[in-house]
């Protein structure tokens, strides 16, 4: 019998943020060694690699994959498949299905569901909506093991909405209660429904959608927020921030000693008004990206460290709710299979650092879902879930080959540098070169 299950050698290591030349040793799918010397080791099975970055399995704190209700646009398998060929090895995926995760029941059902089709590890969000409030279901869901809650104030997409402050206020209690966090959709309803009746008048223009929500709109929520989280006290994410001042009043809130988090995604990272012009209504996300001139705020903030997480947000619509005019567009879109690509070329062309993007895209957010350190590290001890990435490797974003359903991308054709070649979840290869390999239902639920 051989000393462990899998070797993998000639890589190069991330861990705890810096890059060593080490071998990591598996058995059982754990991480049980981590070494410069695995000469006199034997090993079932093992990885050559060639300079290769060996990366900890990226955590996604925020996915959408829309089963049940919206099967359509993504399913648990189809969506889990994206997030495996992307080098995304545990999701945890948001409430604002069909029905809503707003009990025990409908997180059983869900937590089965995905125990059956999952291609990678899992944890689920419990939703919160005026419905469930003060009825016992955020305790027990916290209890059911939702790693985090979800809550929208404003309209986007699902049947989940806040939009009364003292709701809200109830909601960041009872959550507060239970230790977990919330994210927050932070959008403020009352300015969106001004906003968008003046926008009606714009018409069939890209500009319409600008219009219905201008950056005031996000800013204000969060600064109510921010003043729920003083009182509260709740663990709060802020979730795809888009505005620089946004990410400025959390940094600012955080500093303070509030528990507040912002949250930014890569899509909102890479890609601003004259690109989405470009897209058109394919591309259309809610909160909106912005100018030029903020995105490279965003950037500049993401290395001052007022930037806590990084999620995809990847949220799958099908080409006829995308193929609409503006004001009707259903918001979001495929990410998973991008998100790392674009953060490692942003990484190549100098605009940031890896462990600047690990940190955010996988030991921070295993964290906030109390995931960690079993996910988000290379430690001994932890799950043997990791990603073969080839920094200088080019490629170009082809879309129709997404395992995703949603086979479209603001990113569509773009050519990266750095690319996810291999991708391990608990020491078995589950993708390579962006195609998924392994079965439905490999993937275990975590909380
Ligand atoms: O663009 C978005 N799509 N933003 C959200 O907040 C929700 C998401 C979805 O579920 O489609
Ligand atoms: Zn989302």
Redesign the pocket.
């Known amino acids: 019998m051989a000393d462990i299950d899998v070797l993998v050698t000639g890589g190069r290591l991330y861990l705890d943020g810096e890059i060593f030349e080490a071998s990591l040793c598996v058995s059982d799918g754990v991480i049980t060694h981590v070494t410069t010397t695995p000469g006199t080791l034997s090993a079932d099975e093992t990885v050559e690699l060639d300079g290769e970055l060996v990366l900890p399995g990226l955590v996604d704190g925020h996915v ?1 994959f829309r089963e049940p209700g919206y099967e359509q646009k993504e399913g648990a398998a189809s969506g889990t498949a994206a997030a495996a060929a992307g080098g995304v090895t545990t999701v945890v995926e ?1 409430p ?1 299905t069909t029905p809503p995760v707003l009990d025990r029941e409908g997180f059983r059902e869900k937590r089965e569901l995905f125990e059956s089709k999952s291609h990678v590890d899992f944890a689920l969000f419990g939703a919160i909506t005026a419905e469930n409030l003060d009825t016992g279901a955020i305790a027990a869901l916290a209890e059911e093991g939702a790693t985090a809650f979800k809550t929208f104030m404003a309209t ?3 049947p989940l909405l806040m939009d009364d402050k003292g709701e809200l206020y109830r909601a960041f209690e009872e959550v507060a209660e239970t230790g977990r966090p919330i994210y927050i ?1 932070a959008e403020d309803q009352e300015y969106l429904t001004e906003f968008t009746r003046r926008a009606n008048e714009l018409g069939e223009d890209l500009d319409a959608f600008f219009a219905s929500r201008p950056p005031v709109v996000e800013r204000t929520a969060i600064a109510d927020v921010i003043e729920i989280v003083r009182e509260t006290g709740a663990e709060t994410v802020v979730a795809h921030v888009t505005t620089a001042e946004g990410l400025e009043m959390i940094a600012k809130a955080r500093a303070e000693g509030l528990p507040i988090r912002s949250e930014v995604t890569s899509y909102h990272l890479r890609v601003d008004e004259s690109r989405l012009r470009d897209v058109g209504t394919r591309g259309i ?2 909160p909106p990206v912005r100018t030029a001139a903020n995105r490279e705020a965003l950037w500049q903030h993401f290395e001052n460290d007022q930037v806590d997480l990084l999620g995809s ?1 990847h ?1 799958p ?1 099908t080409l006829d709710e995308k193929d609409r005019e503006p004001l009707a567009v ?3 879109m495929p990410q998973l299979e991008t998100a790392l690509g674009a953060l490692l070329d942003a990484v190549h062309a100098g605009r940031t650092t890896l462990p600047a993007v690990v940190r955010r895209y996988a030991e921070r957010p295993a964290r906030v879902h109390g995931l960690y350190p079993r996910k988000g590290t290379l430690q001994v001890g932890a799950d043997a879930d990791f990603v073969v990435v080839d920094p200088e490797r080019e490629w170009t974003v082809d879309a129709t080959a997404f395992e995703s359903e949603g086979k479209y991308s603001p990113f569509d054709g773009w050519q990266f540098t750095g690319m996810p070649v291999e991708v391990y979840q608990r020491g078995r290869k589950i993708a390579e070169e962006l195609e998924t390999l392994n079965e439905p239902g490999d993937g275990t639920w975590v909380h």
Do not use: K, R
Request: hydrophobic share 25%; no cysteine.
């Open positions: 959408h948001m604002n986007s997409f699902g959709h996300g809610t947000d949220a619509h259903a918001p979001g």
